[in-house]
């Protein structure tokens, strides 16, 4: 259950894209993300595995980390790692994790906070459940979306933004059928509190059991919907897709999703990750945590974090909460 809820019948709506005009994007294909597991042993789904570069573009890797229930001990993160000529952004749907960088960035984010980070030039960072959390175990789900950065920005200053649930713009589907939760980027005008260098737009959406949702989408970004839990069809043909499955839309002004009538008890309503992107069409070489535009570039990314260049591991501190 998303931490973030509200009454759609007292949001702002936004408008059915007029069939007239509108023309909604095809379905190009359903596929079904892999389990993996990341940093101590993190289990985690590959959203985008089987989906090109070039169909992702400018998003580059996506992990939906749980839903889990952690027992007592069980609770993990990441160890101290580097990043170069990219954007990471985290989405704790359900749970708390603590983020420290050498740039001075971080905090604790819980329960529909984002924290965005702008590798640029080069990071360090690490992201790890608080000690009372490893202590008392409990719920843990969110989403980690790298989101590349074209080559005049690939060593901009590292930059970390702290974007607190109460600061998503909520807003409700026409019929009041499904909440959005607008991240970055904007859907029919309204528009997200995070600073984007690529020109993107995150939506968060819980559809009600029998919900249509239909939407305006830039003509000139690509479309992805990553279903997080529950099944619903896409598409105007209304193609199946369920928890853990990334549809990815052809070209078009809007798009359709829908929820089952007769949903599961475990999962209630269809939760969708809802991304798009202007495309920066630009070369894409990524080895590990590094993702430039030329194999000479990763070979230097991997000399200057040998050399230190990526800033000093800072002493532990206190994360701040907000």
Known sequence: MPAVTADTLTLPRVPVPDRTTA??????????????????????????????????????????MGEIDWAPGEPQGTPWHPHRGFETVTYIIDGTIEHNDSHGGGGTITNGDTQWMTAGSGILHIEKPPEQLVVSGGIFHGVQLWVNLPRVSKFVTPRYQDIRARQARLVSSADGGALLRVIAGDVAGYTGPGTTHTPITVVHATVNPGARLELPWRADFNSLAYVLSGSGTVGTAAQPINEGQLALFGTGDALTL?????????????EVLLLGGRPIREPVVQSGPFVMNTREEIVQAYEDYQAGRFGNIPTERVPHSG
């Open 23 to 64: 023309t909604q994007r095809p379905v190009r294909s359903v596929t079904t993300a892999p389990v993996g597991f990341e940093g101590d042993g993190f289990p985690v789904r590959r959203g985008f595995a089987g989906v090109s570069l070039t169909d992702l573009d400018p998003f580059v890797h996506m992990d939906q």
């Open 258 to 270: 829908a929820a089952r009538r007769s949903p599961s008890a475990r999962e209630p309503q269809l």
